[in-house]
């Protein structure tokens, strides 16, 4: 069998911009980068399925900045309509080593994913594969990881040229999550923002050194690097832990003369407490 693992360590630098900003930054980009090539005009869906044990340890250990850590999803790629066990997905293991994001994934039909990681079976796979799988399937067992969350946002994508080739620059928007119904496959599944629709993520991810023309582009625009973990975003949103420092909720992103009453959050991190919103959307 052939081997379906791929592997890649990067440096990652966020910064979160209004829609309107991050279009006039996408197209000053394109002067020296191209678009994706699975990136069409608007962009595509990615789709994130977490898994963390019943205390949220992967997310304490975000929240805690530990030096190493990892976390486990299942990503699709693309529109949920459709979704079908032979659907490919990705399974990933995606850890921080100090400053260096690293990444390994294997693409499986959907169903194979879900016989690895919540059937806990050992699945058919390459000797190339064979490190990785064991590494999966002893997680979930020695954890007992379980899904927690999804999130889902419409990313467009520009890669370097020339010199620049191993740059990557990322605009994900309409940042959405949900605590249940975790099948992709799910009828009109209740999402809600957990960024303001109104804040687009960018991501700069680069091999080595981040180009200085990136870097100059980033000060005449006033950005800011930011703390943020989409997945971080989804658990606190939802009352699953207590909003941290490192949360963005939309009256943060007020003018100062817009008055907005202090909101109350859940006192224990892991209260079973579900919360519905009228901010929910449908996907």
Not at 30 to 57: A, C, F, I, N
Not at 162 to 188: E, P, S
Not at 231 to 239: C, K, L, N, P, R
Request: charged share 30%.
């Amino acid at each position: 069998m052939a081997s379906r693992l791929h592997a890649f360590n990067r440096y990652e630098l966020k910064y979160l911009v209004p829609v309107e900003q991050a279009a006039q930054i996408r197209d000053e980009l394109g002067e020296r980068m191209d678009r994706d090539l699975h990136s069409p005009v608007g962009g595509y869906g990615v789709w994130s399925l977490y898994y963390d044990t019943p205390q949220l340890r992967f997310y304490w250990e975000k929240i805690e900045g530990l030096k190493f850590r990892r976390k486990l999803r299942i990503r699709h790629y693309g529109d949920l309509d459709g979704v079908t066990d032979d659907s490919p997905v990705c399974v990933e293991i995606k850890q921080r080593v100090n400053r260096v994001t690293q990444k390994r994934r294997i693409t499986l039909p959907y169903a194979t994913a879900r016989q690895l990681c919540d059937e806990r079976q050992l699945i058919e796979h390459s000797a190339k594969e064979r490190a990785f799988v064991n590494e999966v399937l002893e997680l979930v067992v020695r954890l007992n990881l379980q899904p927690t969350a999804v999130t889902g946002y419409q990313r467009e994508a520009l890669v370097g040229r020339d010199q620049d080739m191993g740059l990557r620059v990322t605009f994900d928007r309409r940042i959405r999550g949900r605590d249940r119904d975790f099948h992709f496959g799910t009828a009109n599944p209740e999402n809600r923002f957990i960024i303001p629709p109104r804040m687009t993520v960018m991501e700069v991810k680069v091999n080595e050194r981040t180009p200085y023309w990136i870097t100059d582009l980033a000060a005449r625009r006033n950005l800011s690097l930011i703390r943020v973990s989409k997945y971080v975003q989804s658990i606190e949103a939802f009352g699953l832990a207590p909003r941290s420092v490192f949360h963005v909720r939309d009256e943060d992103l007020l003018p100062a003369s817009v008055s907005i009453p202090t909101p109350t959050y859940p006192a224990s991190p892991t209260s079973p407490t579900k919360h519905r919103t009228t901010e929910a959307l449908h996907s």
